[in-house]
DNA sequence: AAAGAAATCAACCGCCATCTA
DNA sequence: ATAGATGGCGGTTGATTTCTT
């Protein structure tokens, strides 16, 4: 569903992400992060603009997203959130562990659009954009809702492990064994998954040395730095930091 | 079975806020 | 104080898929 893949003036690609390019963008922001946007596709040896990566990444490929159908709860809540928040998907995405605003954004227009008009066809809170963008953001930081951390439910399984696992990035070989929610499935190809783990694992592939260390999701609400991530010498420690801390994170 | 309409959703665009030098 | 760089957000697009006739 997806606009034709093609190429703007300046060489970088558009259009549809394919699966090796998508393999190149987790095996970077896995093990470096995601340090800077702008800077991180040539890094990554990406012909994409670092918006797109950071699109990409944060919609579909981030840990910790549910891919599948909504349930009742969740299309309830979200019918609720739009009531008082209108149109402030962001925020609503918040309340919503492991769905993105884009998600959520086309969700509501796809599906839960008309369910709320039948329902509440009287109340006209929805939709407010009396609030300009600039007005919200100072009543945003107001009410101190961008230090909101929904996402660190105790509740959340770590999914980095999963995703590796369920991937061809699967260091432990085990088959994944998931439920109803899809949890980031990528394309087979005929590597395996230890081959492309020591591709990206091997200086060979990084075209560039890593410049800023300790820097990991970049001041993504002054979130989590993980301690000593330099130091890191494969992806498996980083997944057994990233376990560890999980609960002191937001993605 | 074919054609047209409608629905879906990944991705782009442009604007604004924040950060940094 | 200011300008440029960057990140984040919401609106919109358009190719593909599904439904209807």
């Excluded at 609400?221 to 980083?238: K, R, V």
Aim: glycine share 4%.
């Amino acid at each position: 569903m997806v606009r034709t893949p093609c190429c703007d003036k300046s060489g970088m690609r558009k259009g549809t992400w394919t699966p090796e390019e998508d393999r190149k963008l987790i095996a970077y922001v896995t093990r470096y992060g995601c340090w800077n946007w702008r800077q991180l596709p040539k890094f990554a040896g990406l012909l994409r603009c670092g918006k797109s990566c950071r699109l990409r990444w944060m919609n579909y490929l981030r840990p910790n997203l549910k891919r599948g159908n909504y349930t009742k709860e969740e299309d309830e809540l979200i019918i609720k959130l739009h009531e008082s928040l209108g149109n402030r998907w962001s925020i609503i995405a918040t309340h919503l562990p492991g769905r993105s605003d884009n998600e959520i954004k086309n969700h509501w227009h796809t599906s839960l659009k008309k369910t709320s008009k039948n329902k509440t066809s009287s109340s006209k809170r929805s939709s407010n954009k009396s609030h300009s963008k600039r007005q919200r953001t100072r009543k945003r930081r107001k009410m101190g809702i961008e230090n909101e951390n929904p996402s660190s439910s105790p509740n959340e399984v770590p999914v980095v492990k999963e995703i590796l696992e369920s991937s061809e990035f699967s260091l432990l070989q085990k088959p994944c064994e998931n439920s109803s929610l899809q949890v980031l499935s990528l394309p087979s190809s005929s590597s395996s998954s230890t081959e492309i783990i020591e591709e990206y694992s091997s200086g060979s592939f990084w075209t560039e040395p890593f410049l800023t260390d300790n820097y990991f999701y970049s001041n993504i609400n002054n979130n989590y730095i993980p301690p000593n991530y330099s130091l890191f010498s494969g992806i498996e420690e980083f997944i057994c930091s990233y376990e560890e801390n999980f609960n002191t994170m937001v993605w």
